[in-house]
Every structure is written in C-alpha cells, then in structure tokens.
C-alpha cells in the first residue's frame, strides 16, 4: 500500500513539474488580465493567455484521470476557472456598463413596462384625487392622511399668510420649509423602497403604499387650494416633486412587474417567470433612485434660489419633459 503510494507521489511531482512553469506563467496573466482588463494587454500576452488556458485544461483532465493529489486538482481548477473568465467573459469596464445602462438598457426597459408604470401612476393618482375630494367633504380628513412630521404644524387651522409665507419665505430653514422639504424627501424615498420589494407580495402592498402617498399629497394640495395658493403650492412642488413623485411611481412599476410573475406565471414556473420580471425591475429600481438623486439635488437648490413660481412650474415639468424624452427615445437603433 505504501509502495503505490509513494508512487502516486511521485508521478504527481514529476506531473506538475513538467508543466509548473506554464501554469506560473497562466497565472501571471490572469492577475494581469484581471487588474488591468483584457483589452488593455498586448497581442502576446493575450495569445500565451487563450493558449495557456486551454494547456490547462487538458492538464486538468489528465490529472483528473490519473488521480493526483486533492491539493493539485483544487490549483488547477481555481486557475482554470479564473482564466475562462478572463477569456471568455464579457470584457466591459464599470463605466461601459454604466454607459449602456443609461442609453439603452434603462429606456428599453421602462417601455417594456409602460403598463405597469401606468398603473402606478393611476394608483397615484387616485389616491390623490381621493384625499382631495375627501378634505373638501371634510378637513378633519387631512389630520387622518397627514403624518404629524410632514405636515410641520400646518393644517386647516393654519391662516392663509402662514401658509403663504412657508412657500414664498426667503428663509427656508426658518420658517421650517426647510425641515417639510427633508422629511417629504426621505418619506417618499422610503415609499420607493417599500413599493418596489413589497410589490413581489401579489402586487397589494405596491398598490396600497402608493395609493396611501397620494391620498396625503392630495389632502395637503387641497389645504392650498380652498386658502387659494393652489398653483403656488404646485409651483414650489413642481421643482423636486414631478421627479420625485414620478420615481415612486416607477418603483411601484417595478414593483408591480414583479407582483405580476408570481401570480400569472404563465407557461412558466414562478422562479423561472420572477426571474423573467426581475431583469426590466431592477432596472426600474435602478431609475428610481436615479431620479431619486436628481430630486434631492433639485430641492436642494431649486427650493431656496428660486422663488418665482413660473420658473418653479417651468423647471419642475422641463426636467420631468427631458426624463419623459430619455425614457421614449433613449436606446432605439436607427434604421
């Protein structure tokens, strides 16, 4: 037993020294090929690479036949796998991903899904109409939908010139605009999040968070509207908020995309139909927080420099008309 042992050590020794000075070399170009990308290498060491990967697999099957030792097979297959990675997998750097992403993966999705970011937006929109109607029935309504925080003390008991002053006031952080327009922004964030990983729960919870988004920003415009500042309230909203709003409601898009796998899998099974789904909402989700980012930056600076409410309306719906034009035109190949 020992004899056959100790040859098995010593076909295993004279194995990998025979060919221990390629699989350093494969080595060394794989780390290369790695840090520095494939197509920044030279024509030599890309073609020593492919041909060293494929001596390495046939080394790797040899070995493999002739049972040598676990150490050696566990060295092989770890440098063969890394080096078909680097031959064979995509070679695309971080910023030609983000690239394809922004110019055609993302527009091609959210047309694909275009009826589900409708709905979302439907939800929305009842919801607002809903608390709107439901304030003028009674303002009672408006302490039901309002959260304590977002609505900063304003209400039905609130005077006109207050709630003037907070939109038109040329000190935000003193009037507490400042405080409304942080806390607008991180609830509607967390409403993006939820409506997007809720909506694989069969689409209800998407559903419900948006709707329950709209009631509350219907019963506050409708506050506005019976002091008469309706269009100046829309104005100061439309900076950040036709972005902001629109991202909640492709979130929900996502969201529902994903609700919609689970419950009408089709010919598919579920996992096969999710994971379908799972590739256009993840791009939706990706979006979202985009536009996300993009209404922190407008509310940021748009609420505090600008306080006309024409160039608020004119700045609000321009920047909601060039993410509408990205979404219809971005990715389409030219005839």
């Known amino acids: 037993m020992s004899a056959e042992t100790d040859q098995d050590l010593i ?10 000075a390629d699989w350093r070399r494969l080595e060394t170009l794989v780390q290369a090929a790695e840090s520095r990308g494939l197509q920044r290498m030279d024509f030599a060491e890309s073609r020593d690479l492919a041909s060293l990967y494929r001596q390495a697999t046939t080394s790797l099957a040899i070995a493999r036949e002739i049972s040598l030792d676990k150490a ?11 080096a078909y990675l680097c031959v064979y997998a995509p070679q ?3 910023g030609g991903l983000i690239q394809r ?50 609505g900063g003390g304003r209400g039905p008991d609130s005077t006109t010139e207050d709630l003037r002053s907070v939109i038109y006031d040329a000190d935000p952080q003193a009037s507490g605009l400042g405080v409304f327009a942080t806390y607008l922004f991180s609830h509607n964030t967390r409403i993006a999040i939820f409506v997007f990983g809720l909506g694989v729960f069969a689409c209800a919870p998407a ?18 509207v019976e002091r008469g500042l309706g269009l100046d309230l829309l104005g100061w909203l439309s900076i950040h908020g036709v972005t902001e709003l629109s991202a909640i409601c492709i979130a929900c ?20 139909a999710l994971r379908l789904a799972g590739r256009d909402a993840v791009k939706l989700a990706l979006v979202a927080a985009i536009m996300l980012f993009a209404a922190a930056l407008l509310e940021g600076f748009g609420r505090q420099l600008v306080q006309d409410r024409t160039t608020r309306l004119a700045i609000g719906w321009g920047v909601g008309a060039l993410w509408l034009a990205w979404f219809a035109f971005g990715g389409r190949r030219r005839q």
């Open 11 to 20: 076909r295993s020794a004279r194995f990998r020294q025979e060919r221990e």
């Open 72 to 82: 050696l097979l566990g060295y092989l297959e770890a440098l063969t796998a890394r």
């Open 92 to 94: 695309e750097g971080l």
């Open 101 to 150: 992403f922004l110019t055609t993966g993302a527009p091609q999705a959210m047309r694909r899904s275009w009826l589900y970011i409708l709905l979302g937006i439907l939800c929305m929109g009842l919801g607002a109409l809903t608390g709107y109607l439901l304030y003028f029935e009674s303002p009672d309504w408006y302490y039901v939908f309002m959260p304590d925080a977002l």
């Open 207 to 224: 559903i419900l968070l948006t709707y329950y988004n709209g009631l509350i920003m219907g019963a506050f415009f409708a506050l506005h």
């Open 253 to 272: 898009g996502g969201g529902l995309k994903l609700g919609a796998a689970v419950l009408f899998p089709g010919e598919r099974s579920r996992v096969d």
